[in-house]
T-cell receptor, first 111, second 114 residues
Framework: GDSVTQMEGPVTLSEEAFLTINCTYT??????LFWYVQYPGEGLQLLLK?????DKGSNKGFEATYRKETTSFHLEKGSVQVSDSAVYFC??????????FGIGTKLQVIP | ETGVTQTPRHLVMGMTNKKSLKCEQH?????MYWYKQSAKKPLELMFV???????ENNSVPSRFSPECPNSSHLFLHLHTLQPEDSALYLC?????????????FGSGTRLTVV
């Protein structure tokens, strides 16, 4: 079946540091890929998405590129802020209404 | 009000109580979902409703009973829960067949079973 693998963290960075959170996936066919973010005490919010190979999703300074050859969708940001502290979930949708989530990576940004 | 709204935000209940969680979406979506979020575990899909009919039930214990009276409202009825059912329960919605473009989630109900 479909699966998503990401580091659990926590990942601790200083403000303005470069962020990479790795995500790899296993799926049949051509899934859509997502990053969701969950701020403390809140539900998940869609951060960015890519629906086909080589697409780049971007939002709020975050980027991720759909790499079919390496089955990866790594999240990057050039300069993190304290307000980016949250849990980040990689996910894929392989078919009708079915979304598979990773375990989530907690990011802590310190001033 | 827009988006997906869940009530209550927090709920403490005893193992013999009966309570209900409510979810309402104002997005015109016609598919709704219940997820369970526990610490150190991936999100667990519990139920899927599409066009007000249940299309998926992922081996959820019968002490959880969903109800979808219309495309805008979704309930999760709880009775005789166990302490291990304590978790964050998330509701989400999407337009049917467009989960490939992502879900919209509510803020969740933090449930504690004592």
């Amino acid at each position: 079946g479909d699966s998503v693998t990401q580091m659990e963290g926590p990942v601790t960075l200083s403000e303005e540091a470069f962020l990479t959170i790795n995500c790899t996936y296993t799926a049949t066919g051509y899934p859509s890929l997502f990053w969701y973010v969950q701020y403390p005490g809140e539900g998940l919010q869609l951060l960015l998405k890519a629906t086909k190979a080589d697409d780049k999703g971007s939002n709020k300074g975050f980027e991720a590129t759909y790499r079919k050859e390496t089955t990866s969708f790594h999240l990057e940001k050039g300069s993190v802020q304290v307000s980016d502290s949250a849990v980040y979930f990689c996910a894929l949708s392989g078919g009708y209404q079915k979304v598979t989530f990773g375990i989530g990576t907690k990011l802590q940004v310190i001033p | 009000e827009t988006g997906v709204t869940q009530t209550p935000r927090h709920l403490v209940m005893g193992m013999t109580n009966k309570k209900s969680l409510k979810c309402e979406q104002h997005l015109g979506h016609n598919a709704m979902y219940w997820y369970k979020q526990s610490a150190k575990k991936p999100l667990e899909l519990m139920f899927v409703y599409s066009l007000e009919e249940r299309v998926e039930n992922n081996s959820v214990p019968s002490r959880f009973s969903p109800e979808c009276p219309n495309s805008s409202h979704l309930f999760l009825h709880l009775h005789t829960l166990q302490p291990e059912d304590s978790a964050l329960y998330l509701c989400a919605s999407s337009q049917e067949g467009t989960a490939i473009y992502g879900y919209t989630f509510g803020s969740g109900t933090r449930l504690t079973v004592v």
